[in-house]
């Protein structure tokens, strides 16, 4: 069974600075791309960042840009997500994200890690 | 960047027909998916490749794609249909959502 874990969420200043991970199972974890996708409060689901399956490519939205790193470890089955310079706007549930990349969808979620930036 | 247009909210009577859509510039061009999302839960992917259902997902639902617009079709509409609705695509490799359409079944 596939299961994606998200964890490190929680209250953070603005200006701060705060890693989440993804321990991933059920799967071969080496050979899959994977994503993280955000939720603000009532809002809708954007997309925030992939990256490749042996970690060289990544790719970021023009919101995040310059201020969040992901990153993953193949050996640990781990998808991060380093944030920092945080705004009051980030403020979301983020999910861990597996794509099927040969069918062009999201295949699995985790449940989600909730993140609040606000003094 | 590319984006995708949803109306907010939809209403259907239980036992009738209800119609998603979903607009994007020349979006028939794109493979589309549709993910549900019920209250506190994480999204579950509906429809793929603008018209396939995975295992699991009922006959009801199915998409169609042209020209600008897709639509994710819920044929006789339960209850329990109540969700969040979210087309997706791909701009290159990276992922794009329409707003979302609240389905309401009252």
């Known amino acids: 069974e596939v299961q994606l874990v998200e964890s490190g969420g929680g209250l953070v200043q603005p200006g701060g600075s705060l890693r989440l991970s993804c321990e991933a199972s059920?799967?071969?974890?080496?050979?899959?791309?994977m994503h993280w996708v955000r939720q603000a409060p009532g809002k809708g689901l954007v997309w925030v960042s992939l990256i490749d399956a042996d970690g060289t490519g990544t790719r970021y939205a023009d919101s995040v840009k310059g201020r969040f790193s992901i990153s993953r470890d193949n050996a640990k089955n781990t998808l991060f997500l380093q944030m920092n310079s945080l705004r009051a706007e980030d403020t979301a549930v983020y999910y861990c994200?597996?794509?099927?990349?040969?069918?062009?969808?999201?295949?699995?979620w985790g449940q989600g890690a909730l993140v609040t930036v606000s003094s | 960047s590319y984006d995708l247009t949803q109306s907010p909210s939809v209403s259907v009577s239980p036992g009738q027909t209800a119609a998603i859509t979903c607009s994007g510039d020349k979006l028939g061009d794109k493979y589309v998916c549709w993910y549900r999302q019920k209250a506190g839960q994480s999204p579950v992917m509906i429809i793929y490749?603008?018209?396939k259902r995975p295992s699991g997902i009922p006959e009801r639902f199915s998409g169609s794609n042209s020209g600008n617009t897709a639509t994710l079709t819920i044929s006789g509409t339960q209850p329990m249909d109540e969700a969040d609705y979210y087309c997706q695509t791909w701009d290159s490799t990276t992922a794009v959502f329409g707003g979302g359409t609240r389905l309401a079944v009252l």
């Open positions: 490749q603008d018209n």
């Open positions: 059920g799967f071969t974890f080496s050979t899959n791309w």
């Open positions: 994200v597996k794509v099927n990349h040969q069918l062009y969808y999201f295949d699995y």
